[in-house]
């Protein structure tokens, strides 16, 4: 069975801190996916990064940095100089299966970043 | 521009009323889901459809009800056994059956209880 772990369930900062939010994952699948989504406060679920399960290359955009660690099974999400609009919730996502079928979400981590 | 309609925004229910939701999509996406999120929680899987004329369970189907008789559409109802519906719901869609490819979000339909 596939799982998702995201332990913090709320991080407060102030603004232009630095803040990591947690992802670990559980999976059988030799080929998989992983993916962060955003939810700001109007609700919908924002897209931010895919990554695959062969390739291990840290991303960087802008503010918004990602180090995928297969050895540890994590999936980490770096904000840095964080603002005010980064305030959501964030979701760490796990597919696998041979046609992505087992799509499983993390509980979320609510992020506050404040004045 | 291609995306996801969910509609209506807000809905509200009266006690023993089916309600639908409807979730249209113009993205040719094979796959289509339907998730609850109770305030302050995670996403629960209701149903999904992978192809037309054919969708799966969820973790929480009891209650809900759905069609996809179109590749664009996939409503769902939420039926008068489903005793605790006031929740907020989202559908979402991804193209082609492969692992790597995201799921792409509607705006979501907030439904209350009368």
Not at chain 1, 20 to 38: G, I, N, P, Q
Not at chain 1, 47 to 75: A, C, P, V
Not at chain 2, 12 to 25: A, D, M, Y
Not at chain 2, 63 to 87: C, H, I, M
Request: charged share 20%.
């Amino acid at each position: 069975a596939q799982k998702v772990t995201q332990a913090q369930t709320e991080i407060s900062v102030v603004e232009k801190e630095d803040v990591t939010l947690d992802c670990v994952y559980e999976t059988r699948d030799t080929t998989y996916y992983l993916f962060w989504y955003k939810q700001p406060p109007s609700g919908e679920l924002v897209f931010l990064i895919r990554r695959n399960s062969f390739d291990e290359q840290n991303e960087i955009s802008g503010r918004y940095s990602w180090n995928f660690q297969k050895s540890t099974s994590s999936f980490n999400f770096t904000i840095t100089a964080s603002q005010v609009v980064d305030s959501a919730v964030y979701f760490c996502a796990l597919s696998g299966g041979d046609y992505g079928q087992n799509f499983v979400f993390g509980p979320g981590t609510r992020l506050s970043v404040l004045p | 521009d291609g995306g996801i309609t969910q509609s209506p925004k807000y809905l509200f229910r009266k006690e023993g009323q089916n309600v639908t939701l409807s979730c249209e999509q113009n993205l040719n996406h094979d796959a289509m889901y339907w998730y609850r999120q109770d305030p302050g929680q995670g996403l629960r899987l209701i149903y999904y459809s992978q192809i037309v004329n054919d969708f799966q369970k969820g973790d929480i189907a009891e209650g809900y009800s759905v069609s996809r008789e179109k590749k664009e559409s996939f409503p769902l109802t939420v039926t008068s056994a489903q005793k605790n519906p006031t929740a907020f719901y989202l559908c979402a869609s991804k193209g082609a059956r492969k692992g790597n490819q995201p799921q792409h979000f509607g705006d979501g339909t907030r439904l209350s209880i009368l």
